[in-house]
């Protein structure tokens, strides 16, 4: 390996320490603001180093063949030192910031599928509701117009079985409990 690439390894090697840290500070604010469970930290955590290790040893089969120098360590080392001290506060900011857009897109995009799609299907179900209300209310009107009459020509058709059979007394009582029911549901205390 001549000593080309492996100045170009080691710039590489630098750049893949400052993109590891970079993403570290994102990983590690994202945790943060979002607050994961203990438990997934963990796994996140191995989720980060292995994702982290195949990024360098791909960068590292493209820069030199795979090679392991001591100047490939070095060269993240110094990386991920570089972005802590002058990086890391920019990053986490930036991080910051964007969670707060996302966030507040999130809540817009909320808002504009409640205006869209929620309100109006629910105005369109109180329409119906109060269409079948109304249609209802209609029907026991036009059935208490149709029927009042029809019901006093049986009760005077029927008088004198009545009589005989002490009918009314049973009729009374169905008439109150219909009477009843018919104010409990649609009477309001």
């Known amino acids: 390996m001549n000593l080309h690439t492996q100045w170009i390894t080691l710039l590489w090697m630098l750049a893949c320490g400052g993109i590891m840290g970079m993403v570290f500070d994102g990983y590690r604010v994202v945790s943060i603001q979002f607050r994961f469970p203990r438990w997934s930290i963990h ?90 209300g109304f249609i209802w209310v209609m029907l026991l009107f036009l059935g208490r117009i149709t029927l009042l009459p029809f019901w006093k020509l049986l009760l005077w058709a029927t008088k004198p079985i009545r009589r005989r059979l002490r009918i009314s007394d049973r009729l009374v009582t169905v008439r109150d409990w219909m009477k009843s029911l018919w104010r409990r549901w649609f009477h309001r205390e």
């Open 43 to 132: 796994a996140l955590d191995l989720l980060y180093w292995f994702a982290s290790a195949l990024f360098v040893f791909r960068t590292m089969y493209h820069t030199n063949q795979g090679e392991v120098r001591f100047y490939v360590f070095l060269g993240l080392f110094i990386g991920v030192w570089i972005h802590f001290l002058f990086l890391s506060v920019i990053t986490e900011r930036f991080v910051v910031m964007l969670i707060i857009v996302i966030k507040r897109f999130y809540r817009i995009l909320v808002g504009i599928v409640q205006v869209v799609l929620i309100a109006p299907i629910r105005l369109l179900l109180k329409g119906i509701w109060l269409l079948l």
